[in-house]
């Protein structure tokens, strides 16, 4: 079993910056992913880091957003920065480890 907890969000203005935080129960061998869901729409991949640092993102977050991990102490995280209203949403941590596991979800809200 895996628990991840999810911090960091919360409500800032167009062009504002935060930082997301999600600290697993255990070491995490695999990729992290960070998700987000807006209102009414689907859940999208935003972005993942493997353990090597690899990371990919989805192209509306490219340039603002930087995923990175520290192994020593099972955690992941999501700065960012220049955001836009459209970022509004549930941003959630995931790992597969074996099965899937989920973060709880932290609301990041922009919006003037």
């Known amino acids: 079993q895996v628990q991840l907890v999810e911090s960091g969000g919360g409500l800032v203005q167009p062009g504002g910056s935060l930082r997301l935080s999600c600290i697993a129960s255990?070491?995490?061998?695999?990729?992290f992913r960070w998700y987000r869901q807006a209102p009414g729409k689907q859940r999208e991949l935003v972005a993942g880091?493997?353990?090597?640092?690899?990371?990919a993102y989805v192209d509306s977050v490219k340039g603002r957003f930087t995923i990175s991990r520290d192994n020593n102490i099972n955690a992941v995280f999501l700065q960012m920065r220049r955001l836009k209203p459209e970022d509004t949403a549930v941003y959630y941590c995931?790992?597969?480890?074996?099965?899937?596991?989920w973060g709880q979800g932290t609301q990041v809200t922009v919006s003037s």
């Open positions: 995931y790992v597969f480890e074996g099965r899937d596991y």
């Open positions: 880091i493997g353990y090597d640092g690899n990371t």
């Open positions: 255990s070491v995490i061998s695999s990729a």
